[in-house]
């Protein structure tokens, strides 16, 4: 089964700031990694799908990169919204997660 | 709206039994597979079991096979989790997402097990 590292665990920004989230797999999984923004008491929301393709809807300053086992969730020009829970997700036979990052805006 | 809600969570005994519902709306339910998540306090989050879209295949993680059952009534658009031998261990929010690749997830439901 594959195991997913994130990092960081928390990371503080300032509006406009460019933040970087990794996410590595204890093995190869091609491009079946998504990534999620979850904020207190709210449902997780889809914003990034098979590692780079944004999902219809979300801001362009959300990206995503990487492909077998290193991948990236990158916010450029970071709003005071963004404050929020990201996660990665493997989507195989047997789903894994990140262990997730908490992003602060100062 | 398009969404799922959860429901069914609270405060059980351990060895008890505790059944999660979760409510779909707004899309055709039975198009779908669904899945269980949980995330215990401070921790991340972790699989727990999966169904395809007309209940005929399931799955499950190690940590709950034997004590969990998923199931779906498509009829009511509603999915199932029927957790049976109840551990300290399983205390967590428990959501619900929709397909293969987790692009709906619900509120949660927070189930806790104590004594």
């Known amino acids: 089964e594959t195991t997913l590292t994130q990092s960081p665990a928390f990371m503080s920004a300032t509006p406009g700031d460019k933040v970087n989230i990794s996410c590595k797999a204890s093995?190869?999984?091609?491009?079946?990694m998504n990534w999620y923004q979850q904020k207190p008491g709210e449902a997780a929301i889809f914003i990034i799908q098979e590692a780079t393709t944004l999902v219809p809807g979300i801001p362009p300053r959300f990206s995503g990169s990487g492909y077998g086992t290193d991948f990236t969730l990158t916010i450029n020009n970071i709003e005071s919204e963004d404050a929020a829970y990201y996660f990665c997700l493997q989507h195989d036979n047997f789903p894994a997660f990140g262990q997730g990052t908490k992003l602060e805006i100062k | 709206e398009v969404q799922l809600v959860e429901s069914g969570g609270g405060l059980v005994q351990p060895g008890g039994s505790l059944r999660l519902s979760c409510a779909a709306s707004g899309f055709t339910f039975s198009s779908y597979w669904m899945h269980w998540v949980r995330q215990a306090p401070g921790k991340g989050l972790v699989w727990v079991s999966r169904?395809?879209?007309?209940?005929?295949?399931?799955s499950y993680a190690d940590s709950v096979k034997g004590r969990f059952t998923i199931s779906r009534d498509n009829a009511k658009n509603t999915l199932y989790l029927q957790m049976n031998s109840l551990r300290a261990e399983d205390t967590a929010v428990y959501y619900c997402?929709?397909?293969?690749?987790?692009?709906?997830w619900g509120r949660g439901t927070l189930v806790t097990v104590s004594s």
């Open positions: 997402a929709r397909a293969w690749y987790f692009d709906l």
């Open positions: 169904i395809n879209s007309d209940g005929s295949s399931t």
């Open positions: 093995q190869d999984i091609d491009d079946d």
